[in-house]
């Protein structure tokens, strides 16, 4: 675990949820410069608020929302109040998303979320438990719950991503 003056981070992958990076932190004082992730974002905000600019501006998750970024999208990541922001989060690969999508929603070809923020209390539950079955060493539990938790968040703000062009280095 990362701790700097209050700041605290934990990643790390569990063996039984192939294809899932994990992570619990509190953020004060950090700011994070416009990256990516191959994998999505789910993020569950459990206190204070985070603010990302994500497309054409800045978003804001509270306690009790997600933020949530599909693979390849541009954002930054910093506290919304001078407390900061502390949250669990899951980063499924978009294989992971992508089956749990044919398997338990009508979306076809390439599955993700609509919107940036989404306000549902439960789906953070779920996320948190995410994280609690694989700490408690429960693979059964984790991997169900994280089922659950995409499926509910396909059903809520899944959409159809466009088809992106993969640029090479010899591209015009």
Not at 68 to 75: A, E, R
Not at 128 to 145: F, I, P, S, W, Y
């Amino acid at each position: 675990m990362t701790e700097t003056r209050g700041e605290r981070a934990r990643h790390w992958r569990y063996e039984e949820l192939p294809g899932v990076d994990l992570l619990r932190a509190r953020y004060i004082r950090k700011s994070f410069v416009r990256h990516t992730h191959e994998h999505f974002v789910i993020a569950a905000i459990a206190d204070g608020v985070e603010v990302f600019h994500h497309g054409s501006g800045d978003q804001y998750a509270g306690a009790g929302a997600l933020a949530l970024v599909n693979p390849d999208t541009p954002h930054t990541g910093r506290a919304g109040v001078p407390e900061g922001w502390q949250y669990g989060a899951v980063y499924p690969s978009p294989d992971v998303v992508a089956a749990i999508a044919a398997e338990t929603t009508t979306l076809r070809g390439t599955p993700g979320f609509v919107t940036p923020v989404l306000d549902d209390p439960y789906t953070v539950r779920l996320v948190h438990q995410v994280l609690r079955a694989t700490d408690e060493g429960n693979a059964l539990a984790a991997d169900t719950l994280l089922r659950v938790a995409v499926t509910r968040l396909l059903r809520l703000n899944g959409g159809t991503l466009p088809r992106r062009e993969v640029r090479t280095a010899g591209a015009r």
